[in-house]
């Protein structure tokens, strides 16, 4: 097998993967880099999913990158707006030169004599597997899992003499024209499709087994786009950033500190905006508090105006099976359709699903915990990139490559070959990872580590405070635990 080192090799080219990159050649100049990535082309969650009306539920400021500024004049952006982004930074850069397409990472395995990760790829298009070896493996490869959305039971779908659609899986150039289409789920997908759907379809059900928290949000920013006019990309770059960063943390620190008052709040604004005849206490009055799950965004309230229109209605009841013409329903009210879309959510895949093993010992994720939220307890030389999830994902991936380039170069100085965290404080107990109640993350809470009760074990979901962790303090900080390579 062909064998290729690297000082660090990046997992995946999507968002993190790009921001791991710049931050590499900006402050560690000296490292040799590749990315590996399993798709064909850079671009991750946002080249993997076409379906109509695809867009960022968080603002460019934020989901856009601190070191190359937003330019559009949408801070709600649609996918193959931030999907261009991506390219052009990642040419302006020169990182699509270091990108290795449609190898897909398997497995990688650490040797404690040679300081040094072995990580088998296979080729996507032929399954022929390689071998490269880095010092440093950092895996941008996101949560999801690519290869399939979450689809639960269907009970009798082969009955339904329509089309069955999942958005993961949005077939290419698909017409739906005059279509009567029932949308399955009430979280961002299905709220971004509903609306994108009822402009050309006959009509557009969405039908919710329980509501989300929607909030509508203007998908343009005024504050930066007045800003640029009169100082240029990047000042409204900077300035619109941290007054989202600013707003997003009172929200959140809001909802979580007053509940009661927050969803009374939230309840009351959907209120507004939809018609006198529209249930809201059925449909948009969910019975969890704000953010156990997380907020879905409409950009100028797309979706009520779908449903003021009449093209779009919201049904809140729960599936009972297919018929032959569409889907029977456990009040027993029936739904006809010629389309059905099952925007019931995505599957989680830790790392990407790669295999880790150290030392011919394998690594069990579950049985880890998770050091500020970007390395495993005791697993050497190796970074992830998780973003955060109460705010924009690349507010924390750009913090976490910053973070990873004061890592090397410490090791660097120090004259140390492998780092990695562990917990010495038997006070420290285990809690879930990612704090939400949602469907996805507890189906996958068994395969994920753990966080830990206090910091730096903790995540406290702040990007203030994080900013000033990861940015300034010790490296050594009586967690990180280093190595030299051995002698002999």
């Known amino acids: 097998m062909e064998q290729r080192h690297q000082d660090v090799l990046i997992i995946g ?4 993967g790009i921001s791991a990159a710049v931050h590499l050649q900006k402050s560690c100049p000296s490292k040799s880099y590749a990315i590996l990535e399993g798709r064909e082309r850079l671009g991750g969650t946002w080249d993997l999913f076409r379906y109509p009306g695809i867009r960022s539920d968080s603002d460019m400021y934020t989901l856009g ?51 040094r990760w072995t990580v088998v790829v296979r080729e996507s298009a032929t399954g022929i597997e ?47 024209t005059g279509k009567r289409i029932i949308v399955i789920g009430s979280g961002a997908t299905a709220v971004t499709l509903v609306p994108q759907l009822a402009k050309r379809a006959a009509h557009v059900t969405m039908l919710q087994r329980s509501p989300t928290y929607i909030l509508s949000r203007p998908e343009q920013d005024v504050v930066a786009n007045g800003v640029r006019a009169l100082l240029g990309d990047g000042a409204a770059h900077a300035i619109a950033r941290w007054k989202n960063v600013g707003l997003g943390m009172a929200m959140y620190s ?4 007053y509940p009661e008052r927050a969803k009374k709040i939230l309840v009351k604004l959907v209120r507004k905006q939809v018609g006198p005849n529209i249930d809201v206490d059925t449909h948009f009055n969910p019975n969890y508090q704000p953010w156990d799950q997380r907020l879905c965004l409409v950009p100028d309230g797309d979706l009520f105006a779908a449903i003021n229109s009449g093209r779009a209605s919201v049904v809140t009841d729960q599936f009972d099976s297919f018929t ?6 456990h009040s027993g009210a029936r739904l006809d359709a010629d389309i059905i879309v099952t925007a019931t959510g995505l599957k989680l895949k830790f790392l990407g699903g790669i295999s880790l093993s150290i030392d011919d010992k394998v690594v069990e994720p579950a049985k880890a915990m998770a050091y500020k939220g970007m390395m495993l307890s005791d697993v050497p030389n190796l970074a992830l990139a998780i ?29 140390y070959a492998s780092c990695s965290p562990h917990n010495n ?38 990007y203030v405070a994080d900013l000033l962790k990861l940015r300034h303090a010790r490296i050594d900080d009586g967690v990180m635990t280093f190595s030299r390579r051995p002698h002999g």
């Open 13 to 16: 080219a999507g968002l993190s």
């Open 65 to 115: 990158y601190s070191f190359r500024p937003w330019t559009g004049a949408k801070a709600l952006a649609d996918g193959p707006s931030i999907l261009n982004y991506l390219r052009e930074t990642a040419a302006a850069y020169g990182v699509d030169q270091k990108i290795h397409c449609g190898v897909r990472v398997v497995f990688a395995r650490w040797s404690s004599s040679s300081s």
């Open 130 to 176: 390689s071998e490269w070896t880095c010092a440093f493996l950092f895996v941008c490869a996101g949560y999801y899992d690519y290869e399939a959305g979450y689809t639960p039971p269907l009970p009798g779908k082969d009955r339904f003499r329509g089309q069955i659609i999942h958005p993961q899986h949005w077939p290419e150039g698909f017409d739906y």
């Open 254 to 257: 809001f909802c979580r500190r």
């Open 324 to 329: 032959e013409t569409g889907l029977q329903l």
């Open 387 to 415: 973003g955060y999830t109460n705010a924009s994902w690349t507010l924390k991936s750009d913090l976490t490559s910053a973070y990873v380039c004061r890592l090397l170069r410490y090791m660097d100085i120090n004259g």
């Open 425 to 462: 404080d038997p006070s420290v107990t285990a809690e879930p990872l990612l704090d939400f109640t949602s469907g996805y993350v507890r189906r996958a809470a068994n395969e994920f580590p753990h966080q830990g009760s206090v910091a730096p074990w903790k995540l406290y979901q702040n």
